[in-house]
């Protein structure tokens, strides 16, 4: 007995049609009939084979990871995922990657340099008598005057200490804006495309401890795989649940699957991951792709 027939005859058993399976997983009838059958080759890929068949094994109250060790020389495991490697590779070719060059990065400490040598050489032409029109000799013998010779001048020798003064920083500012620059993290995510109830996002970021939140209002169920299609949360999500944070600094990409968009949110170290607005309207579940680029 395959693995097909044996979930219809568990769904028999239970009296349940294939409307009523569709009901309660929102899989479509025809990829339902297609696994009773075992015609996989209708399938989108190996990998809805195997979330379909598990969301089948758990409305009929079938243990998914067992039954799919059981029959695993049925199914097609060995086959690649072309179609989530495709999504993958449209939505990086799609999308033109813009880089700041790395000059434009020091030009504001180059400008403040450029400031301070400024005012240094202003201060300094002003106290070697640059802009008054005097002979720089005719100030020297004029300060060589006694006090008491009339209409003397008397001028006092550069005051050092104000150059030194002058050398550094005048608003400190450049070495803690540097600093500020250095230490400053970033997170970005962008919604690539949408159709057919699939979601591709691009997520940018310069943070190494990547945490993804879900959180709910209502019951969601939840399917949330790594970019090797290793399952990390495999349950319904409820408000009393909720919210569930999964570490994913180590992944590539992240795949969730759910249903009841209208009460569902996700956010990335504290970043809301913004769903379309024609979702607003929709109970079917959806299939959402998170590409993550340091």
Do not use: C, H
């Not at 339902?32 to 409305?59: C, D, H, Q």
Request: charged share 25%; net charge negative.
């Amino acid at each position: 007995m395959g693995i097909g027939e044996r979930l219809k005859q568990e769904r028999e058993a239970k009296n349940l049609t294939l409307n009523d399976i569709q009901k309660q997983t929102k899989i479509q009838t025809r990829y339902l009939n297609a696994i009773e059958e075992e015609k996989f080759e209708v399938m989108p890929g190996s990998f809805y084979v195997r979330a379909f068949i598990k969301e089948y094994a758990t409305v009929l109250e079938l243990d998914p990871e067992a039954l799919m060790t059981e029959y695993e020389s049925d199914l097609p495991f060995d086959k690649e995922e072309k179609v989530v490697l495709s999504r993958v590779n449209s939505s990086k070719k799609n999308k033109a990657v813009t880089k700041t060059p790395v000059v434009f990065s020091f030009l504001p400490s180059v400008i403040v340099v450029l400031l301070v040598i400024g005012i240094i050489v202003i201060v300094w032409l002003f106290r070697q008598g640059a802009f008054d029109g005097n002979d720089p000799n005719t100030s020297d013998q004029l300060t060589e005057q006694t006090d008491e010779s009339p209409g003397s001048e008397v001028r006092m020798p550069p005051d050092n200490g104000g150059d030194e003064q002058t050398n550094d920083d005048p608003d400190g500012t450049s070495e803690d804006s540097d600093t500020q620059q250095e230490t400053e993290t970033e997170t970005s995510i962008t919604l690539d495309s949408f159709a057919d109830n699939d979601l591709n996002y691009t997520l940018e970021t310069n943070e190494e401890q990547l945490t993804l939140v879900l959180e709910t209002t209502g019951q969601n169920w939840i399917d949330l795989q790594n970019e090797n299609g290793e399952s990390f949360v495999y349950e319904t999500l409820t408000a009393n649940n909720s919210p569930i944070e999964v570490d994913i600094s180590d992944f590539k990409q992240v795949y969730v699957k759910f249903g009841e968009p209208l009460s569902v949110s996700f956010s990335v170290n504290g970043t809301p991951i913004e769903l379309p607005a024609e979702l607003s309207d929709s109970t079917i579940p959806q299939e959402m792709w998170i590409n993550i680029v340091k």
